[in-house]
């Protein structure tokens, strides 16, 4: 085990805080018991002890320490895992935490006390939702869109033939077997044929997430083992019932198909209808930003336990949900407000991760088993059987219909991918008590370990050794952007002429509906009316100035190009700026530098309400000498490049400008400044900063957040102020640094 | 099926389906198509492609329709200019661009069709023949797209290509000094630019097997 093999010289501190972390996990559940001091006697007054300086009272605190030990005790032990390089290579994080499980469950059984099983409202209204909706809400929707019809055959059609094809040889094998296996009829194999038969999201992602394979197979695995809940509620459901009654018949099936339909259909709806809204509210909340996050959190939340109520495919509902209010959502928060949903959606889906793979380790510990070879060992290998030649068969069908077909290795990526993990068995603790339960549970928890160890595991390897295509990780430049859109016109043209309206056609008049209708009403102000590859550039262009004050050096742009170097020279159309001597210039550069050193400084009062401060005040502290040096130098690398372009002063003019400030006390340093900007020569120290300006064709941006208005800077042609200012005032021109408040989503 | 019995030229259609790879039964939706547009004459012309109703409100259409007449898309090596009018050969040949790879490719041959429909792009967007795409060209590509957002459009459309410019630049050149001056995509850059962009796989549409041109205009 990892943290068995630490050398023995030294005794890590983690390892001791954990195991005294263990010691007083298993203490405190056995500690319930336990008499409290006598503290509580108040009718003893005859018996006065001193005043009790020191009191133990952990009843009152009981429940929420013991859940805050737990969840302390599976984050350590993820941290752990990657102090030790080489293991975490090797083994998926989930099977070491599986590991981890068992020996605290074993642990707990060794003192005597009993351990905590997965309980499952605990698993299914807390543990899940945060996974899920992580999942959903940053699901990469084009590759999903265009591979839906793939996704859904394998989910719908590749489930119910495992769990069909199981229930029913399982049943052929319990007949042949005899002995104890006799007794068990065919509804409830069946039964157990669904629970088992369902791909695990929590699995999935816990595994791919770590070997990076190309979109196209992981949105295929992914998606499927999203989709199928919705087959995985109805089966278990309909079986279920069955189960006690013992015979189905065909009204009943019939009504099953029906409830499917319900059960997804309305799945989906409700989780549109709760992202609706949403995005609706997210549309006023811009004069309230802290909230924002929990807007999102919230209307998710609730959208999963709405769907719950009904019996409905909560999973599918939380994903609609994501899906319906991301985009809106983000044109209408702010950055931060991006930035804090994004975090702890990656922070709460992390945390239940880890807790239920340990829990999963646990419960197999605790709970009642009853082994029998012949059904578990042909539970195993039945799962991998029916896997992969439902994906062969499946596949047969589905390369008919697609245009990019599925090769061999990508199927056996499929195939291999499908993990089952802590959802198949909760659904197995939800049964009521049939006298298989414990059977089932027990083979319901070695094919969860077997696929998450020998699968998982090996899945790494062999994804090497086929060499799959690995996952791109190149961000998308502005010009995929620029050709994405245009394929995608030039396509639907294209099936225009052709005369036939196939994806592109549908896909594009949902565009034209959504701009013209849907964004005006979900989407605050101005933003509503912005070309998706405007907001692209711009979010592109906010990136790149974050990144360049980030890393203090100008490496990361293409900096080194600039825009003389792409403008064709036109010498016709006259110098605004007369040519100025190398004496001028050097006097120029020598003011403005000198002016570089003097900063506004206004003091702003801090406000727990506002969202004020400068982004980059805690960059303030980190900048040192040497990185201020290196920009200034790059700014006057670009201030003497701009002062030898002729000015195109009427041809860009910028789309929206950046301001940033610099929010720091300290006077000598130009902390976030990447292009200073020079104002008028009468502005003091003390006015406010945020005077813009902006182009006539330019749309106000109303969007005010206690008077700081945001814009983004485009690029080169913004020095045209800097020209004219530099020939205007060679007095004191003051400069600005940059100050982002509030600025748009990434 | 009805599509087979009805296949009147049939030595022609052998020729084209091996000059372009489209099965028996595309090549004759596509004719019927192509009759469709033309009405029944044997010559398309641009004038024809305004009857096309989805066409119209497409941002990029004129490049779209310039495409069709642009000898270069013909296959015949060194070609240049435009035609007025088209036959059903050179139809179907520039249709042929948007054929999916067959699955059974080798990845030379995989290579050469990405060629071909890269190739088609670039040519959409090179409009004035001289082998480069210039920053003039370029930002008329991104106004075009953003033609819906009126008046804003031309600006922001300017600020656009001027950084998909300095990006293409600073991929394909690396570093320039102050007084060089990049004059414009070559096709080398193009295919540089857009390695990771997979247009083997995404510049495919659906062509047909069963006639199903009855069921929309």
């Known amino acids: ?116 099983a997965l309980d499952d409202t605990l698993f299914f209204l807390y543990l899940l939702p945060p996974i899920i909706l992580d999942a959903g809400y940053f699901l990469p929707v084009r590759p999903f869109t265009e591979n839906v019809g793939t996704i859904l055959v394998f989910a719908v059609v590749g489930t119910l033939w495992n769990a069909f094809f199981m229930g029913g040889v399982m049943y052929g094998v319990c007949q042949l077997e005899g002995g104890q296996l006799a007794s068990v009829d065919l509804l409830s194999c069946l039964l157990f044929g669904s629970i088992v038969s369902a791909v695990d999201p929590v699995a999935v992602l816990a595994v791919f997430e770590e070997i990076h394979i190309n979109e196209l197979l992981h949105i295929l695995v992914f998606g499927e083992s999203l989709l199928n809940d919705a087959v995985t509620v109805v089966l278990y459901h309909l079986f279920k019932e069955f189960s006690a009654v013992g015979t189905v018949t065909v009204l009943d099936g019939v009504l099953a198909v029906v409830c499917f339909f319900v059960v997804s259909l309305g799945g989906l709806l409700v989780g549109a209808i709760y992202g609706v809204l949403g995005a609706f509210t997210s549309r006023f909340t811009s004069h309230t930003r802290v909230i924002e996050p929990l807007f999102v959190f919230l209307y998710s939340y609730m959208a999963y336990l709405s769907a719950e109520v009904f019996h409905l495919s909560g999973i599918m509902s939380l994903i609609a949900c994501g899906v319906t209010m991301r ?133 790494r390897p062999l994804v090497e050794l086929l060499a799959v295509k690995k996952k791109m990780e190149t961000r998308r430049s502005i010009n995929e952007e620029i050709h994405t859109q245009f394929l995608d016109h030039l396509l639907t043209g294209i099936e225009g002429v052709c005369g036939h309206y196939g994806h592109h056609h549908w896909k594009d008049k949902l565009n034209r509906f959504n701009k013209t209708y849907v964004k005006r009403w979900l989407i605050a102000g101005e933003r509503s009316m912005e070309p998706q590859l405007i907001s692209f550039y711009n979010k592109m262009e906010m990136r790149q100035a974050m990144m360049m004050v980030e890393s203090g050096s100008s490496a990361k742009l293409p900096g080194l190009i600039s825009m003389q170097n792409i403008q064709p020279k036109v010498e016709s159309r006259g110098r605004t700026i007369p040519k100025i001597s190398k004496g001028r210039e050097e006097e120029i550069r020598r003011i403005l530098r000198s002016n570089l050193q003097q900063t506004k400084q206004r003091l702003r009062s801090y406000s727990r309400h506002d969202l004020f401060a400068d982004p980059f005040e805690d960059m303030n502290e980190n900048l040192s000498e040497m990185r201020f040096r290196k920009q200034r130098v790059e700014m006057e690398r670009r201030m003497s490049h701009y002062l030898t372009v002729p000015a195109n002063r009427q041809e860009t003019p910028p789309v929206r400008r950046v301001r940033f400030e610099s929010d720091d006390q300290e006077s000598s340093r130009e902390s976030s400044g990447v292009r200073a900007r020079n104002v008028g020569p009468n502005s003091s120290p003390a006015d406010a900063i945020s005077v813009l300006e902006e182009s006539p064709p330019l749309r106000p941006n109303r969007r005010s957040d206690g008077g700081a208005r945001r814009s983004a800077e485009h690029g080169a042609p913004a020095t045209d102020d800097d020209d004219d200012d530099a020939e205007e005032e060679k007095g004191e021109p003051q400069t600005q640094a940059r100050r982002v408040s509030d600025p748009g989503p990434n | 099926m009805g599509a087979l019995n009805s296949l009147p030229d049939e030595p022609q259609y052998v020729g084209l389906a091996e000059k372009t790879g489209f099965s028996f039964e595309q090549i004759g939706i596509l004719h019927k198509r192509f009759k469709q547009l033309s009405n029944n004459g044997e010559t398309l012309r641009r004038e024809d492609f305004n009857t096309i109703p989805d066409l119209l409100c497409n941002p990029i259409r004129s490049e779209i329709i310039e495409a069709f007449f642009d000898r270069r898309n013909f296959r015949q090596t060194d070609a240049v200019g435009t035609v007025h009018e088209i036959g059903f050969g050179e139809f179907l040949l520039v249709m042929s661009h948007f054929r999916p790879p067959s699955i059974r490719l080798d990845d030379e041959q995989k290579e050469v069709i990405r060629m071909e429909k890269l190739r088609f792009l670039f040519n959409m967007h090179d409009t004035d023949n001289d082998g480069t795409i210039t920053l003039e060209e370029y930002r008329h590509v991104v106004e075009e797209l953003l033609s819906r957002s009126g008046a804003l459009g031309k600006e922001t459309a300017k600020g656009i290509a001027d950084a998909a410019m300095l990006e293409v630049a600073s991929i394909s050149m690396g570093h320039m000094e102050p007084d060089e001056f990049y004059e414009g995509i070559t096709f080398e850059h193009f295919n540089k630019l857009l390695k990771e962009f997979e247009v083997e796989s995404r510049m495919n549409i659906r062509f047909m097997n069963m006639d199903t041109t009855t069921l929309c205009k």
Request: aromatic share 12%; net charge positive; with cysteine.
């Open chain 1, 1 to 116: 085990m990892a943290l068995s093999c630490q050398p023995l010289g030294s005794f890590p501190p983690r390892l001791s805080v954990c195991v005294l972390l263990i010691v007083f996990v298993a203490a405190a559940s056995a500690s319930h018991d336990a008499p409290q001091d006598g503290t509580h006697d108040p009718t003893n007054v005859t018996h006065k002890k001193g005043f009790p300086v020191l009191l133990f009272n952990y009843d009152h605190v009981r429940t929420p320490f013991e859940i805050s030990l737990w969840i302390l005790l599976a984050l350590l032990m993820k941290l752990g895992f990657h102090v030790i390089p080489r293991v975490s290579q090797v083994v998926p994080e989930s099977c070491l935490l599986i590991v981890v499980g068992l020996l605290v469950g074993g642990f707990i059984k060794a003192i005597g006390e009993k351990a905590p």
């Open chain 1, 327 to 459: 985009p809106y959502v983000e044109a209408n928060v702010s950055h931060k407000s991006y930035t804090t949903i994004k975090y702890f959606l990656k922070m709460w889906s992390s945390v239940s991760e880890t807790l239920i793979f340990i829990f999963l380790g646990v419960s197999t510990v605790a709970g009642p088993h009853a082994w029998n070879w012949t059904f578990v060992v042909v539970t195993v290998v039945l799962c991998l059987v029916s896997r992969v030649m439902g994906v062969i068969g499946l596949t047969y069908v589905i390369n008919k219909f697609r245009i990019v077909k599925l090769t061999k290795k990508d199927q056996f990526i499929v195939a291999y991918g499908g993990l089952r993990g802590a959802i198949a068995y909760s659904l197995g603790f939800l049964l009521p008590d049939h006298p298989m339960k414990t059977l089932f549970l027990t083979a319901i928890i070695t094919v969860v370990f077997f696929t998450v160890f020998v699968q998982g595991m090996t899945i």
